[in-house]
T-cell receptor, first 110, second 116 residues
């Protein structure tokens, strides 16, 4: 199964944009890119997903490189409530399993 | 809120004793999952189920068994608990209807298990 690489931790100032990178150089053509986040003392929650095109929703934007070997989760204005561990995950089109990895711990500075 | 509950929420048990964790859902989802979360490892899949009596192994299934006799309940059993199974256990269901193709997973609140 294709794996992802993320920085262990990042910091951002409150109300500034945050770009969370993810490398997935072994991605296959049918793998979907998913992002989840886990707030302290909670289970993970879905953020966004995409296949080839950039995606936007109310929580975030997902920018996917043209060769699909990397992607970036964009939080447009970080708030203190965005402090969490963010996981970048590849899901095969026919797969039922998610491999979470260790994620990026985001600290938001007031 | 996807109607997922886990019981117990906290448990302390001794090495060698059997332990069963329960995941209950109220929305008739077909797919259910058990994960464990440990520092430095993120979440790792233990077992999952794709229907009543249909289960499959995940990446860390050794020492665990599961059962699903009803759609709403997915049980995780540690036949003989060991200290290495001290962890936080999360149950999840697969939705995906709200965002087409997302296979979105909704997680329960977790069970903190300590094996002494």
């Amino acid at each position: 199964d294709a794996k992802t690489t993320q920085p262990n931790s990042m910091e951002s100032n409150e109300e500034e944009p945050v770009h969370l990178p993810c490398n997935h150089s072994t991605i296959s053509g049918t793998d979907y890119i998913h992002w989840y986040r886990q707030l302290p003392s909670q289970g993970p929650e879905y953020v966004i997903h995409g296949l080839t095109s950039n995606v936007n929703n109310r929580m975030a934007s997902l920018a996917i490189a043209e060769d699909r070997k990397s992607s970036t989760l964009i939080l447009h204005r970080a708030t203190l409530r965005d402090a969490a561990v963010y996981y970048c995950i590849l899901r095969p089109n026919t797969g039922n399993q998610f491999y979470f990895g260790t994620g990026t711990s985001l600290t938001v500075i007031p | 809120d996807a109607g997922i509950t886990q019981s117990p929420r906290h448990k302390v048990t001794e090495t060698g004793t059997p332990v069963t964790l329960r995941c209950h859902q109220t929305e008739n989802h077909r797919y259910m999952y058990w994960y464990r979360q440990d520092p430095g490892h993120g979440l790792r899949l233990i077992h999952y189920s794709y229907g009543v009596k249909d289960t499959d192994k995940g990446e860390v299934s050794d020492g665990y068994s599961v059962s699903r006799s009803k759609t709403e309940d997915f049980l995780l059993t540690l036949e003989s608990a060991t200290s290495s199974q001290t962890s936080v256990y999360f149950c999840a269901i697969r939705g995906g209807l709200a965002v087409p193709g997302s296979y979105e997973q909704y997680f329960g609140p977790g069970t903190r298990l300590t094996v002494t």
